[in-house]
């Protein structure tokens, strides 16, 4: 695992501006560090990843950053049992249950993942409104994970959570789009495997056939995606 | 009537907490992993006359490496030999007759669960017969109802796979090397896969060709590859030749070459197509903190050598 041991000058910049406490906006940033916004946002998403800034999203385009951590020390984070269940219980306590979870932990809730390990990646859907909220009160367990916006580019996501669960917050919500599985709310197995298809053919095909076997598509559905599958193959 | 490898709950929870403080695994996998190897001991302890069986698949594969090299493996992948060769259906209901005697071994005695062995529901295709284990879990949860086994959501499972029609079985038995077997008493006993019948079975995957796999193209079998690539000292070439050469007779595949190419083929693939996103998304977001990749880069140097390691071996093949 390659971890910088010191900020670059830029980051240095961008630490020095952050060093009141107070949640900072990315423009205030890149104005008082004299730099452009996409730089600035560039170095905060680094700090971030390395967990030494908080991540806040105001609706779905403005994001605020706070430091917690000035040090030159890369803290893997501890790892905890059932994170899941406390990530759950904080967004309830704080938007109730007008939220979901899309991509890997999906999978894993429906038992579409063939193998797996540790989860280390969540992505959650939550309303525009309800961002700021959702953001704050994740980063309450920020001794475990690391609240990020959806925007993170994946390289970053890649070394965070090397330290970290990356919990992303993705400013979209919509309600038809959801169903629960035992106490967690999932995005349909349809939509999952709508956005899979968009990203790659050869996953689609992997988790459609598992949806199949597992009983998770209609009966109606279920010949369709046979014949999907037949298509693909 | 047996014990489990643990005392009870508490014991089991203070073994959780070591693999978790010393692999970096989750306390969800730690778990499975141990009642994996619970499960194993069950075989152990259950004989059945009519079948000769060995461990084969990922959990084999660790099985020759450093505990600290190992990955996740949460199915049993086990390997079936009857020594009168009858029709698969036969070879069939004697396993589900072997399933209900290792359920009725797994009865309660102290008041401490075992679990219980479940058939599926349906009728089986292909020569994979899967049977489950059941057990109640403390950390390893689950969420949807599992309707091949008629089990429903929070009990936790581990899937035990008897893999008919093998061709060249190749094993011996050994004293198991996993992860959980260092915080244990007993010591445990099992046939295993050689290393030549795994890196065989490996590239037979990947090449995708055959059931019950198909072009899975699975990054946990570039992984497992990559492992026994490390390894490629130990094994002898000219056997794992044989067995493929063998299998590929089986299914009409001439040259057998075709199917070391498939897998090649497969592994480029999955090289090539990687990138970030998919990086974090099917490889990362799975693996143990130490265990990630740091960027794609690390990733297709992983495939690179594997791809070397095929090439070696088709350099023989012709």
Redesign the interface.
Known sequence: ??LSPQFPKADDRVVEVLSDGAWHSVRDVARVGKMSPRSASMHLQSLLTRGKVLWKGIGAREHRYRLIDDSLRIK?KE?K??LEDRIVDRLRQSIGDRFYFD??FAKR???L?????????YEIHVSRKLVEKASEALNALNDEVIVAPQSL???L???A???AALVKIIPQYNPHEMKK????N?IKVERLLANLKE??E??YK?VLEMAV????ISSERTEFARNSLEEL? | MRETLWKNSRELERIVARI?RDF??????SERLLWLLDTLHLMTEVHFEDLDLYLKG?TCVQHYFLRNTQ????DIDIGVLCQYAPDRSVVQNKIFDYAKKLDANLTDTKGFPRGTVKLPNVAIKGNVVPVARTFDPI?A????D???FGIT??TAFVSIDFFLEETSASYRKQRLNLIPTQYIDASLSFPVATRERLLADKIIVLSGTEEPY?A???E?DVLDLGMLAAQANEIDWEETQEMLKEWAIRKKINPPSRVVYASRKTVEKMRN?M????????I???????K????TKDWKDNCNAVIQFLDRFLVMLK
């Not at chain 1, 599985?181 to 967690?184: A, F, I, T, Y």
């Not at chain 2, 970096?24 to 996998?29: A, K, L, P």
């Not at chain 2, 990138?275 to 099917?282: K, V």
Request: glycine letters at 6%; charged letters at 25%.
């Open positions: 695992m390659s893997v790892r049992p059932h991509g890997v809730v429906l038992d993942l063939d193998w797996y390990a540790s989860i280390n990646l580019n994946w390289k996501a890649n070394r959570m090397q330290i599985h035992g106490n967690m999932v990203q790659s050869r996953d992997r076997e597992r009983g998770l193959s | 978790v970096g695994f989750s306390e969800d996998q990922g990955r996740f493996s949460k950390y949860k689950t969420y949807t599992n309707r091949l959501a929070g198909f899975k193209e699975e946990k197509e990138d970030e996103q998919r990086l974090a998304t099917t990362n977001a799975l693996l143990p903190r130490p990630a990749f740091a960027s």
